[in-house]
């Protein structure tokens, strides 16, 4: 792979990260993810087919792709997830997957024999009521008995958390403790505006109000910094002693745009260059014209906005005017 391959805008970022959405459909009803109405079910054939799936990796790949996560919705509601992981394991790429860890147990030997060892995990509370509340399911007993099954296999584990003002940021902390005596690595995630969740200013939970909660329970001493990757979307920490990690990821507050070498890959086969972007490229209708994609490709990341898709802050004309999709529909 030459330089001159590779997937790259105008301000000079390679693109070697592919986020690949598999459906809409999830079997928990998150609120930040999901609008409370729901989302408007279509028909199969609006969605990318396995096959499509693979033939289009396949291609992001040859454009210097390397490494695939999978999202949603819920990846392993489809009824052949268990096929594309095992064809996209067969790609010279790291694949990893976001999941709620619901049906984990039913894919433990299907991710080990597809090379996959990194898994996140979504859980916001590790309260069961609360659980319940946020996700709209009664599923906590559930994932916390399979996100223990993941460690104990030896997946790299780490669990994102949505911190919510007066919703779960007293949970903080407790997160942050499970990483004593496992090598689990907490990230909390700043509330982010999406179609459908209600989002508002006052709501979001900043980068210095987690990192303060926590130096304020283990000690301002305690709190090493963990030296940050090229392309990191987490400032990583520490607490001293402790086996795992925990990670802040500041879309709103601190956003990490400049380093970003991320592409979704919607379920519907529409490429967005940036999570907040208004835009997308719909690769699958010209897939299935036979139309070379790569170039749609490319023009679809040489447009891609410094940041944030564009836009400067997320103040209330943005949350008004915003037309972008529900979370769900994009992929994470």
């Excluded at 996100?147 to 030896?154: D, K, M, P, T, Y």
Aim: glycine share 6%.
């Amino acid at each position: 792979m030459t330089e001159q391959n590779q997937i790259k805008d105008t301000f000079g970022r390679t693109h070697d990260y592919l986020r690949i959405s598999l459906t809409e459909r999830c079997n928990l009803r998150c609120v930040y993810c999901m609008p409370e109405e729901g989302i408007k079910l279509r028909n199969k054939s609006h969605f990318m087919t396995r096959n499509e799936i693979l033939s289009i990796a396949t291609t992001f790949v040859g454009l210097g792709v390397k490494k695939i996560r999978l999202t949603g919705g819920e990846p392993l509601v489809r009824k052949d997830a268990k096929e594309i992981i095992l064809a996209l394991g067969k790609l010279p790429v790291e694949l990893a997957i976001t999941t709620n860890a619901i049906l984990v147990d039913q894919f433990i030997n299907v991710f080990k024999t597809a090379g996959l060892k990194s898994v996140n995990v979504s859980i916001d509370s590790l309260i069961e009521e609360r659980f319940n509340s946020i996700s709209r399911r009664i599923e906590f007993q559930k994932v916390k008995k399979n996100i223990a099954l993941l460690i104990a296999e030896g997946f790299h584990v780490k669990l994102n958390v949505v911190v919510m003002r007066h919703v779960n940021e007293d949970e903080v902390t407790d997160f942050v403790r499970l990483a004593e005596r496992e090598n689990v690595h907490i990230r909390f995630i700043e509330f982010m505006p999406f179609d459908g969740n209600k989002w508002e200013w006052d709501k979001k939970v900043s980068f210095n109000e987690i990192l303060s909660a926590v130096k304020s329970e283990f000690g301002d001493d305690s709190i090493i910094k963990i030296k940050d990757q090229k392309n990191d979307t987490t400032k990583c920490f520490q607490v001293e002693n402790f086996k795992g990690t925990f990670g802040i990821i500041s879309s709103v507050t601190n956003p990490f745009c400049g380093t970003c070498n991320r592409i979704r890959l919607t379920a519907d086969g529409k490429v967005k260059n940036c999570l907040f972007s208004q835009d997308e490229t719909d690769i699958l209708a010209a897939f299935r014209k036979n139309e070379d994609i790569e170039e749609l490709i490319r023009t679809s990341i040489l447009n891609k906005k410094k940041e944030r898709g564009g836009h400067r802050d997320f103040n209330d004309d943005f949350v008004e005017d915003m037309k972008n999709r529900s979370m769900i529909t994009i992929g994470g």
